[in-house]
């Protein structure tokens, strides 16, 4: 019994430490979706956020010092933002196809990181930062016994704000004017436009809060996974996140609990040889979960998982 | 200005603007873009050996163009090419170097084997959506990941723990003495007349076959294609299979010609992403296909020239592929450009 609660103790935190990343862009997603604007394109715009976390964390260490971690989130949530501002101009003014515009985002995103990473470097890398995202031990949680040491100590900031923004983005989406305004441009564009919405506005918002969500989860991911950037910093991450909003059914905290379920997964897969009784469980099979569950979520074996109803659809005035 | 014209301007603008953005990249990273675009430029046709090496890069990229063409003429949106070519490329690496048979026997099993692996793994997603209605994109993006894997593990416990197979053997080897030494000792092998042949099938098929006839009705309109009495579901599962086995040969370029074997990746390869550029730019036509793998092949190979000839990172090559994508999904704002460009001279 102690082992397998010791294997807990290793588990449990590092699947919340890899979940994390993985909220903040699916909860993105879940805002660009719902608006109606598929966005495949999160990988790239977390590639985005990972490359300016680092390098602003990198260039400004001295003058934020400890505080350096969480400005670098921020700014990488403003550049990927304005990053995203191209898939918006296309998809929702240029009535581009959202899937092809989503690809070039995401070619376009590692491109420019490693451009500018190779003129900034001299080199395929970046240097390792310094200062890391800080772990807290909850005061009072932490003292629980057995939960206390899986979920209360030394957990990332940052996994505290994921859940925080899962559960704000709830409120949002569900208990706000905004939120209804979001959904209904999602779901029906034209009924939305009858009752005064400006549809292409509340799209573009959408599609900017995607942006710097999966920003800010690319800079999470680069700050307490990997703490330098380079070509395979992210790869893949994006697209485990753009499942988890689907898993989750595009409702923030199903994409939450699918996130954390995800980040589970890893944290097996790169610790299965460690573990007793996982051993013999080929780590691949742990790698692929996530994507072979997604397609078993939307072939409707555990219940249909219906996107929003205008999805992908540009919104062209007057036409029916 | 007719409908064709515009047809063919807008991937010619695209291209350029593609370009001209590159060359503001280049401009504001403080590198000389003339010299950047003279070294893509020697990158590509500075001599014999640099066109073989290009002609080579040239013949994936055609298979990939079509992988994506050929779904999107029947309205699905193959992103699995990335996915298909890899298991196509572990096919063909394994067939060729486990068994022992004679060259006309051995490469064509190869070929075959890769087709099928591609066909297989279009197949799922094909099925999916024919029978669940289920969106073909976002499975094939995750049938691309499971591939990945799959592919490595399998590498992995082949080679008993190592990190790439043997070399295939030489009777199912697409290398080609006669090609090499034709430019200067570059690794062309006949794979490009592999892909050449392959947009011809792909010609015959859609225009001369009533198959084809059938799978761009069920792309125009499913509806219209379902009353006039088509199987719509056997045929976008066939549209799947076919796209798939396009991409897996894909992969056999690589095994079998280029590389000789298969290694295991930390990501991918990146052939299949620039197919749905090679498709889109060639408008998903045969012929527009060899005319966007050649384009972005050629961009691909020559950038390899920028880092020694000019000092500028090979990604601006990246960045230009992707910002001309980004144009051509914009087209429409380019017609729009271009149609009120036209009206205003008829105007004069």
């Known amino acids: 019994m102690s082992t397998f609660l010791n294997v807990l103790y290793i588990i449990v ?12 862009t699916a909860i993105g997603g879940v805002f660009s979706e719902r608006s109606g604007v598929i966005n495949i394109g999160l990988e790239g715009l977390m590639v985005m956020g990972a490359f300016v976390g680092i390098v602003f964390n990198l260039f400004f260490v001295d003058t934020f010092g400890a505080w350096t971690p969480w400005v670098s989130i921020l700014a990488a949530m403003l550049v990927s933002s304005i990053f995203s501002l191209m898939h918006a101009v296309a998809s929702i003014s240029f009535r581009a196809d959202q899937v092809v515009s989503g690809v070039a985002i995401n070619l376009l995103g590692i491109a420019i990181a490693l451009f500018s990473v190779k003129m900034i470097f001299g080199k395929g890398q970046t240097d390792f930062i310094q200062e890391k995202i800080p772990r807290f031990n909850i005061p009072f949680l932490q003292d629980i016994p057995v939960l206390g040491p899986m979920f209360f100590k030394s957990v990332y900031g940052s996994s505290i704000l994921a859940i925080s923004v899962a559960i704000l983005a709830w409120f949002i989406i569900y208990k706000t004017p905004f939120g209804l305004r979001l959904r209904s441009v999602g779901e029906h564009p034209m009924a939305a436009d009858t009752m005064g919405i400006k549809v292409n506005r509340i799209r573009y918002i959408a599609v900017l809060v995607s942006g710097g969500l999966a920003g800010m989860g690319g800079a999470v991911y680069a700050q307490t996974m990997t703490n ?5 910093t992210i790869n893949g991450q994006g697209f485990m996140a753009l499942a988890a909003m689907i898993f989750g059914k595009w409702h923030p905290i199903g994409a939450m609990g699918a996130a954390i379920f995800f980040g589970f997964a890893q944290a097996l897969a790169i610790n299965s040889s460690s573990i007793p009784f996982m051993e013999n469980v080929p780590s691949f099979i742990l790698y692929i979960l996530p994507y072979v569950l997604t397609i078993v979520a939307l072939a409707g074996f555990i219940g249909k998982a219906n996107g929003p109803k205008a999805l992908g659809d540009p919104y062209v005035k007057g036409s029916r | 200005m007719s409908n064709r014209i515009i047809n063919v301007l807008v991937p010619v603008i695209s291209i350029i603007l593609g370009l001209l953005v590159g ?44 992988a994506v063409a050929f779904a999107f003429r029947t309205g699905l949106f193959n992103i699995g090419v990335e996915g298909q070519l890899i298991v196509g490329w572990f096919a063909a690496a394994y067939v060729g170097m486990a068994f022992e048979l004679p060259k ?30 289920v969106h073909e994109v976002i499975v094939t993006i995750m049938m691309n990941y499971i591939a990945l894997h799959i592919v490595n593990a399998l590498i992995k416990s082949i080679s008993h723990g190592g990190f790439k197979l043997d070399k295939i053997q030489e009777t199912a080897s697409l290398r080609s003495d006669f090609l090499s030494e034709l430019t200067d000792f570059s690794t062309l092998h006949y794979g490009i007349f592999v892909a050449l042949f392959m947009v011809f099938i792909m010609w015959f098929l859609l225009d001369r076959m009533k198959l084809g006839y059938e799978l761009k009705s069920v792309g125009f309109n499913e509806n219209a294609a379902e009353y006039a009495g088509m199987n719509v579901k056997k045929n976008i599962v066939m549209a799947m299979v076919i796209s798939g086995a396009f991409a897996g040969l894909g992969g056999a370029m690589e095994a079998l010609g280029t590389f000789g074997n298969i290694s295991a990746r930390a990501g991918f390869t990146g052939i299949g992403f620039d197919g749905i550029a090679v498709a889109l730019l060639g408008a998903n036509t045969p012929l527009g296909v060899i005319f966007g793998a050649s384009l972005f092949g050629s961009l691909k190979y020559g950038a390899n020239n920028m880092p020694n000839a000019a000092d500028i990172p090979i990604e601006i090559v990246s960045i230009v592929i992707a910002l001309i994508i980004f144009f051509v999904a914009s087209g429409y704002i380019i017609r729009v450009g271009l149609l009120r460009l036209s009206k205003k001279k008829e105007a004069k």
Do not use: C
């Not at chain 2, 990249?25 to 990158?43: E, K, Q, R, T």
């Not at chain 2, 890769?114 to 669940?132: D, R």
């Open chain 2, 104 to 133: 006309f026997i051995h490469l064509p099993l190869a070929l075959l084997a890769a087709a099928a692996a591609g066909a297989i793994w279009g197949l799922i997603p094909g099925l999916l959506k024919a029978t669940l209605k």
């Open chain 2, 23 to 66: 060359a503001v990249v280049m401009l504001v990273s403080g590198y000389d873009p003339i010299a950047g675009y003279a070294a893509l430029w020697n990158g590509i046709f500075g001599d014999t050996y640099a066109i073989g090496e290009t002609i080579r890069q040239i013949s994936p990229y055609i298979l990939a163009g079509l």
């Open chain 1, 13 to 24: 935190p590092l699947s919340i430490a890899y979940a994390a990343p993985l909220i903040f």
């Open chain 1, 228 to 232: 330098d950037f380079g070509h395979a």
